[in-house]
């Protein structure tokens, strides 16, 4: 497949090292909003072009597809300029900022027949595919609740857009809670109904705590399909030594990951129960080579991407539910709609 990369993101940087593993993959040009940013990319990932018109770019380039890992707020419009120019696209999380404009997104690929993924890298982590299957299997029980632990340090090269453009989709609960939504959406295959979150201002990188425009730390709890219930935690402020945690609780057992929520793709797994404890062995893998493999799949008719455009509109609901909690101080209702 012959791809374009809408966005000179440091995560696109990351994105294309694994998708070099990925066989019959070509890489053909860069947009970006700056011309210097977009050159500077394109030589440093070999691309063939580097461009900042986005017509111009999606005309020339003849792409198969399109990876967008700009900004959150202009995630849909370039979506939407790329499924009109036949491109089948991975788009980053959030989809978009608003619930309608993911939706516009979703109904506009398939009204093209292009595929549309999100790319929720954490649905790629061996350790919660094995969790899943402990769920499915019943091994545990009836799962009744989880814990989710997902508080990172912000590496300094991060603290831009993240800390201080809300209009970007700046703001850990746009940024953390999409991921761990998809990923209990993921690991329990039901859907979350209601979210009550509490949001918190620790004035990351120095600044002056009244003129931080965004969260940089929130806790929610969200009750899925059946009651199960999940508490998360995202936060931008933890020390670098903080490992993320996964519990999951069933009536007979029960699972928990240390180190599973991170770009890293290693993860230790341990069951509990009446047996005792063991560790469960989990397989190191390239998460974003093993989310892009199935994209790649999914366009050319085998299966689905890991994470759809559907999986991405309802994790971004979450979210956009856990700011509206936050700010009304009340439980909030998920709209599932797609
Ligand atoms: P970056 O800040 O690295 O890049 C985002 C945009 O910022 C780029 O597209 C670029 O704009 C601009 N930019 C990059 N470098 C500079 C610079 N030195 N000075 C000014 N502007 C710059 O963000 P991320 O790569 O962390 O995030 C991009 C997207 O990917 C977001 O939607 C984020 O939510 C998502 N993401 C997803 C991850 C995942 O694992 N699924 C992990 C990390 C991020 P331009 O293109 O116009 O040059």
């Known amino acids: 497949m012959r791809w374009g990369f809408i966005g000179a993101s440091s995560i696109a940087e990351r994105v294309i090292g694994s998708m070099r593993k990925i066989p019959g993959q070509e890489f053909g040009a860069v947009c970006s909003g700056s011309a210097a940013r977009a050159q500077e990319f394109a030589a440093a990932q070999q691309l063939q072009s580097a461009h900042t018109d986005l017509?111009?770019?999606?005309?020339?380039?003849?792409?198969?597809?399109?990876?967008?890992?700009?900004?959150?707020?202009?995630?849909?419009a370039q979506t939407i300029a790329a499924l009109d120019a036949g491109c089948?696209?991975?788009?980053?999380?959030p989809l978009a900022m608003a619930h309608a404009d993911a939706v516009r997104m979703v109904r506009h690929a398939a009204a093209k027949g292009r595929v549309l993924g999100t790319n929720h890298h954490l649905r790629a982590q061996a350790a919660h595919g094995l969790i899943r299957d402990f769920i499915v299997s019943g091994e545990l029980g009836e799962v009744h609740g989880v814990q989710v632990s997902h508080a990172v340090h912000l590496p300094p090269h991060l603290q831009g857009w993240r800390l201080d453009k809300p209009g970007a989709g700046g703001g850990v609960v746009l940024d953390i809670l999409v991921h761990n939504a998809d990923l209990l959406r993921y690991l329990l295959?039901?859907?979350?109904?209601?979210?009550?979150?509490?949001t918190q201002r620790n004035g990351m990188g120095g600044r002056d705590k009244a003129a931080l425009a965004v969260e940089d730390g929130a806790m929610?709890?969200?009750?899925?399909?059946?009651?199960?219930?999940a508490q998360t935690h995202e936060s931008f402020v933890a020390d670098a030594s903080a490992l993320t945690r996964l519990h999951v609780l069933g009536t007979r057992g029960n699972l928990y990951a240390l180190g599973s929520l991170t770009q890293a793709g290693t993860s230790q797994l341990w069951l509990r129960d009446a047996k005792?404890?063991?560790?469960i062995p989990v397989p190191p893998v390239d998460l974003y080579e093993v989310g892009f493999t199935a994209f790649v799949n999914a366009c050319a008719g085998?299966?689905?991407?890991?994470?759809t455009g559907a999986d991405g509109t309802r994790s971004m609901a979450v979210a956009l539910a856990g700011l509206a909690s936050a700010a009304s101080g009340r439980v909030e209702t998920i709209d599932l709609s797609v």
């Open 55 to 76: 017509a111009e770019f999606l005309q020339a380039g003849r792409f198969d597809a399109v990876y967008v890992s700009s900004t959150n707020e202009q995630h849909c």
């Open 88 to 93: 089948h696209v991975m788009c980053e999380k």
């Open 189 to 198: 295959q039901r859907e979350p109904q209601r979210i009550h979150t509490v």
């Open 220 to 229: 929610s709890v969200i009750e899925f399909e059946g009651g199960v219930l």
């Open 276 to 279: 005792g404890e063991r560790e």
């Open 302 to 307: 085998r299966g689905q991407p890991l994470a």
